[in-house]
C-alpha cells in the first residue's frame, strides 16, 4: 500500500509497535536499518495474483531477514504497507508503518493474518484514495471499512491481535487483500481499474527513478 510517510521527524511520541503503546520511535525503523531493498513485484506478475501460503517456521534467520528487507523496501518506495508477495516471497506476511484516525503510528509485521468479519449493525464503509506499491504511479478512491481487527503471529510465534481506524484500518484490508491473491485493483469497476492501469503506465518510470534515487541515498 503506498502512501507518503509524514513522519519526517527522528523520534514519533505517538506510536504503537506489534499493537503496543510506547514512549518513542525512530522515524526509520530498526528492521530497516538492518535491511536490504529488494525489487517490488508489480501487476500482472503470477505470484501477486493467487493465495500465499502460511508461515510454519517462526524465528528462522531467513524470517527475520525476510521482514527486515520488507521494511526498507516499503521505507525506500514510501508506502504504508507491504505484503511478502510484492517482494515475490509466497508467504501469508505483511509489514506496516501507517497512521490512523487519530494521528497514531502504527508499526509492525503479522504473520497468518486473519480479518475479523465487520458487525453488520456498525459497518461503515469510508471511501478514500488508495495506492499500491504493485500498481506504481496509480491512486484511485475506493471504499473500505473504517475499523479492522486482524489477527495473526509475530516473527516468534507470538499470538496478535492488531486493530486500526481510519487509513490505518484501510492498510490492514488492503495488505490481507494482497495475501489472499488480490490487489486494490480487483475491487475497482472495469472503468476505474482501466484508468488506473493508464495511470501507472505514464508514471511508472518516474515511481522507479524516485524509489532508486532514495535506495542510493541510504547506500543500497
Keep these: 500500500m503506498s502512501v507518503l510517510h509524514d513522519h519526517a521527524g527522528v523520534l514519533d511520541r505517538r506510536v504503537r509497535v506489534q499493537g503496543r503503546p510506547i514512549d518513542s520511535y525512530p522515524a526509520l525503523p530498526p528492521e530497516a536499518v538492518r535491511g536490504s531493498v529488494r525489487r517490488v513485484t508489480v501487476v500482472g506478475e503470477e505470484v501477486l495474483h493467487q493465495p500465499c501460503q502460511e508461515v510454519t517456521e517462526f524465528r528462522t534467520p531467513a524470517l527475520h531477514r525476510l521482514i527486515d528487507d520488507m521494511f526498507l523496501t516499503m521505507h525506500v518506495a514510501d ?17 506496516y508503518d501507517c497512521r490512523d484516525e487519530d494521528g497514531v503510528r502504527h508499526v509492525g509485521h503479522l504473520i497468518n493474518p486473519v480479518l475479523d ?55 490492514l484490508q488492503h495488505e490481507t487483500d494482497h495475501l489472499n491473491g488480490h490487489l486494490y485493483l480487483d475491487r475497482l469497476s472495469t472503468r476505474d481499474r482501466k484508468d488506473a492501469l493508464r495511470q501507472m503506465a505514464a508514471r511508472r518510470e518516474q515511481v522507479f527513478a524516485e524509489r532508486a534515487a532514495k535506495a542510493a541515498q541510504l547506500g543500497h
Design 117 to 171: 468479519e465487520p458487525d453488520p449493525a456498525r459497518r461503515r464503509l469510508i471511501e478514500d484514495t488508495e495506492g499500491c506499491l504493485s500498481v506504481p504511479g496509480a491512486r484511485m478512491d475506493l471504499p473500505r471499512t473504517d475499523h479492522a481487527v486482524a489477527r495473526g503471529f509475530d516473527k516468534d510465534g507470538n499470538a496478535l491481535v492488531i486493530q486500526g481506524t481510519g487509513y490505518f484500518a484501510r492498510c
Design 79 to 95: 508506502g504504508a504497507g507491504l505484503a511478502a508477495n510484492q517482494v515475490g516471497i509466497d508467504l501469508r506476511l505483511f509489514v
